[in-house]
Structures are given as C-alpha cells and as structure tokens.
DNA sequence: TTGAAAGCGCTAACAT
DNA sequence: ATGTTAGCGCTTTCAA
C-alpha cells in the first residue's frame, strides 16, 4: 500500500484554494489571511502533506544543505564542534552534509566536489590549509566558505576559531613558570595539520633559543604519545615536562609513564591541548587547554547561515581557549 | 561575477546534441556512441556543467539521501561506524544526513520528521528501542528501515549488529574462567540504551544466582566510570573483578583505582566493552570485546542501497565480535 | 489578499 | 543510437 503523500494541489483541491496560497502558507508568508492559513494547515495534516525539497530546490535554487569536511570524526574535538553545527544548522532548517577527508588534501578536494554537485550552498572546513584547487573550486562556484579551528586576521577567507600559536605559547609559558626549563614537545604530522605547525611555531617562540626542547613527531593517537614517550625517556636528558599538542597523545604519555612507574607530576610533568571529556577524570588529571569547539560550531553555522540568507558578510573570529589547570603539571623537581 | 554554471540544454546546444543524450551521458546509459559521449563530456567540462541534483531528485524522485540517527558523536563506536556509512555510501554517489537525538525518543522522531522532509530515503538508527510513532512514520511513508547495534532474529525490522546477549555472557564467563565469583558491573543509563539492558540480561543469566554481584548505573561516561569504581571501593566484601558495559567507563573505573593505589589486575580485574582505540595502549592493557564497528557501517549502507536500488529484501545480520584478551583481566587472588 | 500560469533543470517515455 | 516532449512539485511574477 503506497504511503499516499500529498501534494501541493491536493491541498489545493481540498482547500479550494489555488496552490500559490498554499504555498504561501508552507513558507510563513505573512499576508495569507489567517482563518485560510488555518485551513490549509488542516487540510495539509489531513492529507499528510509535506513540501517536497526537490521541487522546492529547484524552484528557489537553494538547497539550505551546507557541507562540512573534517579529517577525521574519531576525534572528540571534531565531533563536539560538528555536533553543534549540526544542532544549529538544523534549529534553521538546514540540513549539514558531511564528509570526511582523512587529513588528504585531494581527498578533501574530490568530497567537495560531489558536495558541490549534491547542491551543498556554504563549506566549513577544518583549518587553513587547503590545497589551491579546492579554494579556486569553491570560489568559482561562489560558495561562501569559512575555515574553522583556526584564527587568523590576515586570511582572506574567514577564520572562526582560536589562536593556536598564541596558545601553544601560553602552554610552554604556563609550564615555564612552573620552572620547567627542559621540555619536549610532542604532535602528531604536521603534513597533515596546519594546526600543529602553528602550535609547533608558537611553541618555539616561546622557548627562544632553547636549545635543550625534543620535538616528537608522531601518529596523532593514544598510540603514538606511547611512542613518543618511550623515546623520551630513552634521551640522555631526560624533560622534566612533556607538552602534548592533543589531550588524546597526552593520553598515551601518561599511559606509557604509568606503566614505567614515573610518577606525574612529581617526576615530569604532561600537560594536553583540547580538554576532552575526559581529560579532568584522568589520573592524574590532566592540565590542558580548553578549545571552544561547540561555540566554534555554532558560529560557524550562524554566519554561514547570514551570509546565505542576508547575504551578511561573514567575518572572522577569535574565541577564547583557556589553560585549565589540574593535576598533571607541577613545579620541577630538581635533581642532586 | 557570476561562476557561469552551465544547464544541460548549454551542453546540448553547444554540442549540437539533444538534451535526452546528455542526460543519458551524464547517467552512464550504455547505449550512446562513444565519440558522441567523448563530445559531450569535453563540452560539460568546457561549461562548467554539474547536473543539478534538484533537478534530477524531482525528476526521477529519488534523492540518494539517506539518513542515520545516533544517540551522539561524542563517542569513538558511533564515529567508527558512521564513517563506514559515510565512506560506502559516498562511495556510490548516496550522501549521508546526519542526526543527532542525545538517545532522547522524542528528539528522535522529530529528527526523522525533518529527514524525511528533507528528502531522506532511508533510516539507520542505533538499538532496536524506538518510539512507536517513529516506526509508525517510517513505515507510513515506505522508508526503509535498519536497526544497527543488535543482532536480533525475532524482530521485524531489519537488525545488523551484533549480539549484545551473548557477548555480555560471554565477557561474564571469561571473567569467571579467570575464578572470579564477586563480580561488580557497570553501565550507562539503562532507560537510554537498549542494548545495555541487553547486556545486562547477558550478564545476569551467565551469572545464575550469584546474589554477590553488584549492579551501578550511572552516567556513560569516564566520570560515570569514576564514580562506579568510588562506590565499588566503598562497599563492604570488595568484588575482584569489574565489567564495564563500555571502554568509556572502564577508562573511568581504571583512573580511580590507580589514584587509589589499587593494581589492575592483581588487586582488581577490570574489563571494558567496544575497543575503543585507546584500549589497547592504556595501562594496564585494557581487556574488552572488539565490536565490528566499521563492519556494521559498511553492511548497512550496502543493504539500504540494493534495497533502494534493486528492491531487494534487507536481512537481519550477526557480524563476529570477540574477546580481546589483554592485561587487566587477572587470576582471582586468594585473600587470606 | 488571492489566483493563473510560467518556469526551475532534468529524466524518461515514446518516436524515429 | 538519438531526438521530442511531457511532466516531476514547487515558487513566483503578474493580474485581478
């Protein structure tokens, strides 16, 4: 038995009023008198009635479909930031798309190109670093775009998010006054993320000519903070602080500390980047810094959102993170 | 400046063509002259022409959208899994919408109500728990339906999961291979998740009428797991061993006893649920059941679209899980 | 405030 | 193998 879904001039039949009013009453249009607004309400509840987003696509050219690209959804941060444009596209009417580009730039390309062709309007992408084809895509096709995860004044394309070299200075300074003179540093590949590159510059702004820093490049993953652990502490000089670009690598340091009975933070300490849920139940728990990903998110969905609608011109935006001081850092420990 | 982007009559214009042969070059139809397609393909790109997925949708009624509901992102499995749906169907020309119900019923079916406005031509949801009137809708408008996270021969809707029943046992009898009879679980909100009281019943079945088991409910989440293992430790006849209905909680469970001093496993077994990434590298070694997550993605994607396409028949699936066998399950040990 | 009617861009008979 | 053409369901001038 077929559903039997209505359209719009079955509404019309029954109300005997002509489609375009009926139209005009599926989409809020305030001169429709009121008592016919409700009758046509009624008679769309009736006959089970709903606009089909097809024909209205095509007769609006507007899908009120954005699509966003992450590298990976296996990774708290991203999902939390996704979950909030989701939640507040939706709140609007729209629908997100997403796609994902394992960290690939030609992957990232191809997505958007079938995201294109699905009739996405707006793009949100993850960080500043895209390849050339991809921008040159989106803008010939005039889709407003931002990148997220990201702050930076100087970008022609809108950057909502926050200032990653900014706060990787303020971790190495945070862990500096502390007295921690000998750090390492450990990220995950900085060819596949522009965020780490800024953290790792402001990091190494802040060290000035330390020499005495280790710098780790690993697989961004529980994993490779294991790793990079245990190189550290195969080092002649050994770091009294480790300072991990994401919580989830810090994850591992400590898992690897643990399991060498170093104890955190009486003998190095570890301190995080991304405040996942879990980062304060961590024993111990883990200092990190708090990312605005769900107000990212939201931001992101709004202004999209007024540009598409107002034609408002997006702009971008610096939102504030901040070092959440817990357990994993101490003062450093001198040694005889 | 406008992007200039072509229409199918441009194409069939500038090749001289008619516009039915575009469309068929456009949709691969074997039977057009390869020379013809040559032509038609080298002026689309010349035109800047993407068929106009609206367009199409309303002609042909068909969106190649379908949708999956989860109860949240925040949590390695579902990502895992909404990968693999995202990766097969994108794979075939489908897109995924995705939403989101914080495992809240009622969010669940207005969600579905806007997916299907949306032109959502198929369901995916989590569990086999779901609202009545959301079944009712889905089945009143012909959308078909599969139920992943469970296996379940007796239900009606398609299921393709895994057997929650039996693994629950299963990690029961594993742990009583291990001679513990004093055993504590743990699990999230029972009223939100299905398949947690399913593995509760796995659980108390395997364990008969052992009335020394205990049984903490509490939020899904590394301070859920926490809190379980606060209260575990404060109870009178400590278990030996706790099961986690999740890796989530486990990590929780695992922090607490290590900032108590107490040892995993020799003081206490603990053993979690999923495999998550991280399970593998923590310390101790996390002992848990690998769920087929991505497997699961994969084989409901697949199913929906021959459905879709060939309208064959959608079936219930049981995919392997199995025991990881790692460190922090221990011998019971005899107290004196 | 309401109605009539012309498309939006594409697909799919049907005809050739 | 290719062309003609009638819609798909909705929005939106333009008239009334």
């Known amino acids: 038995m077929p559903p039997k879904i ?12 002509s489609t375009a009013t ?34 209205r696509a095509l007769s609006t050219n507007r899908s009120k479909t954005v699509a966003a690209i992450i590298p990976t959804i296996d990774h708290s941060v991203y999902a939390k930031y996704i979950t909030a444009v989701e939640k507040t596209l939706s709140a609007r009417g ?23 062709a699905m009739g996405a309007e707006a793009f949100i992408l993850t960080g500043a670093k895209h390849s050339a084809a991809l921008i040159d895509l989106l803008d010939r096709c005039a889709k407003p775009l931002v990148f997220t995860s990201v702050f930076d004044d100087q970008s022609a394309i809108p950057t909502i998010g926050y200032d990653n070299q900014a706060l990787a ?29 800024t953290r790792l510059k402001g990091a ?22 294991r790793r990079a652990a245990m190189e550290i502490l195969n080092t002649d000089k050994r770091p009294s602080a480790i300072l991990c670009f994401s919580d989830v690598l810090a994850l591992g340091v400590m898992f690897l500390l643990q399991s060498q009975g170093i104890r955190i933070p009486l003998d190095i300490s570890v301190m995080g980047f ?3 849920d879990w980062s ?6 883990l200092t990190t810094i708090d990312l605005p990903a769900s107000q990212m998110g939201a931001e992101a969905a709004l202004q ?23 357990g994993s850092v101490g003062p450093v420990r001198h040694r005889p």
Chains 1, 2 share one sequence.
């Open 6 to 17: 209505g359209k719009i001039r079955d509404v019309a039949r029954e109300t005997g009023l």
């Open 22 to 55: 009926v139209s005009r009453v599926m989409n809020g249009n305030p001169k429709v008198n009121p008592e016919m607004r409700a009758t046509v309400l009624a008679a769309a509840k009736k006959l089970n009635y709903v606009p089909n987003p097809a024909a």
């Open 94 to 116: 729209y629908t997100l798309v997403l796609a994902i580009s394992n960290a690939d730039a030609q992957m990232e390309c191809d997505a958007a190109e079938k995201l294109i």
């Open 169 to 197: 200075k303020a971790a190495i300074a945070h862990l500096q006054e502390h007295g921690h003179r000998d750090i390492a540093v450990v990220y995950g590949s900085l060819a596949e993320n522009d965020r780490t590159v």
């Open 204 to 225: 190494r702004m802040a060290l000035g000519s330390a020499d005495n820093t280790l710098f780790f490049e690993v697989d961004l993953s529980v994993e490779g903070g």
């Open 274 to 276: 991304d405040n996942l």
């Open 280 to 285: 304060r139940q961590s024993y111990p728990s």
């Open 304 to 326: 999209i959102m007024r540009r598409l609608e107002e034609d408002h011109p997006m702009s971008s935006l610096d939102l504030p993170a901040k070092i959440m001081r817990r």
